[in-house]
């Protein structure tokens, strides 16, 4: 199966702040089916992004996606108070469908 | 805009059998898509366990495969979770989601049901 690697573990950051977190497969993502989530806590994943780079509806501009081939990114360009989560990266490409372990954004 | 809707126990002994049903709402799950069972240890990361085509076929993570059903009632409009055998490690909050293709991507989630296995 493929391993996801996110980094980092934890970002802290400010409102208005930039995040980048980066997701790293252990082998290429077939047709760069990669997608992106926001988990706050208690609640269910909320899909962000995907197929590596695009936004899913009622997603802000705000987020974005990019990479291909083992090597993907999430950038959130403002960071706004109900952003601070726990952001998980997943390939589809391969089964199993596999996730990376999650990078939490804290202020 | 579909709803999903987790139902259960929530506490089972080891070595049972948990079951599970999702609730789909305002899409019929025999129409098209992928109907996917996904799990979460507290405080842990994500694991897919398995789809179920529109059309019947099913397809399970290797790591759960011997233990896991996963199958439908389209009169009911709902789909379910069999995990036999279960361990303590097992304990995690269970979501249905909905899926595009069989190993996701999951644009739709139910709201989770946590499961403790526990004597």
């Known amino acids: 199966e493929i391993v996801l690697t996110q980094s980092p573990g934890t970002l802290s950051l400010s409102p208005g702040e930039r995040a980048t977190v980066s997701c790293r497969a252990s082998?290429?993502?077939?047709?760069?089916?990669l997608a992106w989530y926001q988990q706050r806590p208690g609640q269910a994943p909320r899909l962000l992004i995907s197929?590596?780079?695009s936004r899913a509806t009622g997603i802000p501009d705000r987020f974005s996606g990019s990479g291909s081939g083992t090597d993907f990114t999430l950038i959130i360009s403002r960071l706004e108070p109900e952003d601070f989560a726990v952001y998980y990266c997943q390939q589809y490409g391969n089964l199993p469908g596999t996730f990376g372990q999650g990078t939490r954004v804290e202020i | 805009h579909v709803q999903l809707q987790e139902s259960g126990p929530g506490l089972v002994k080891p070595s049972e059998t948990l079951s599970l049903l999702c609730n789909v709402s305002d899409y019929s799950i025999s129409t098209a898509f992928y109907w996917v069972w996904i799990r979460q240890p507290p405080g842990k990361g994500l694991e897919w366990i398995g789809s179920?085509?529109?059309?019947?076929?099913?397809y399970y993570n290797p790591s759960l495969q011997s233990r896991v059903t996963i199958s439908a009632d389209m009169s009911k409009n709902q789909f379910s979770l069999r995990l036999s055998s279960v361990l303590a490690a097992d304990t995690a909050v269970y979501y249905c989601a909905r899926s595009f293709l069989r190993g996701g991507y999951f644009d739709f989630w139910g709201r989770g049901t946590l499961v403790t296995v526990s004597s």
């Open positions: 197929g590596a780079s």
């Open positions: 179920l085509y529109a059309r019947g076929n099913t």
């Open positions: 082998q290429s993502v077939s047709s760069n089916y």
